[in-house]
């Protein structure tokens, strides 16, 4: 039932921050698994970030670790990835995605994706 809306994506110099917002609607997504994933053209879709339900914790991909952090707000029903000390390898497509259950690391558990926002760091 929930549906995801990506938005914040940019052009950043290295270095430099963003906050991506994913918006839900349909169901709350804090009793989801909700993930971060970014892909690069002809690349798969690799996790950056998966937030397990009920403020346990949040999994981080060792590329960036101690530079991104998520959030939720769970009055507006958004999750977001900040993204701080933003370098060119950062450069992707991200999509949030969200499920219920066990949470995974790979994004072929996933089932219902967000349309993506495009991140480009140069």
């Known amino acids: 039932h929930v549906q995801l809306v990506e938005s914040g994506g940019g052009l950043v110099q290295p270095g430099g921050s963003l906050r991506l917002s994913c918006a839900a609607s349909?169901?709350?997504?804090?009793?989801?698994?909700m993930g971060w994933f970014h892909q690069i053209p002809d690349k798969e879709r690799e996790v950056v970030a998966v937030r397990y339900p009920g403020g346990v914790g949040t999994y981080y991909s060792d590329s960036v670790k101690g530079r991104f952090t998520t959030s939720l707000d769970n009055a507006d029903n958004i999750l977001y990835l900040q993204m701080n000390g933003l370098e060119p390898e950062d450069t992707a497509m991200y999509y949030c995605?969200?499920?219920?259950?066990?949470?995974?690391?790979?994004?072929?558990?996933?089932?219902?994706w967000g349309q993506g926002t495009q991140v480009t760091v140069s």
């Open positions: 349909g169901d709350t997504i804090g009793r989801y698994c």
């Open positions: 995605t969200a499920r219920g259950g066990a949470c995974y690391t790979s994004p072929n558990e996933y089932k219902v």
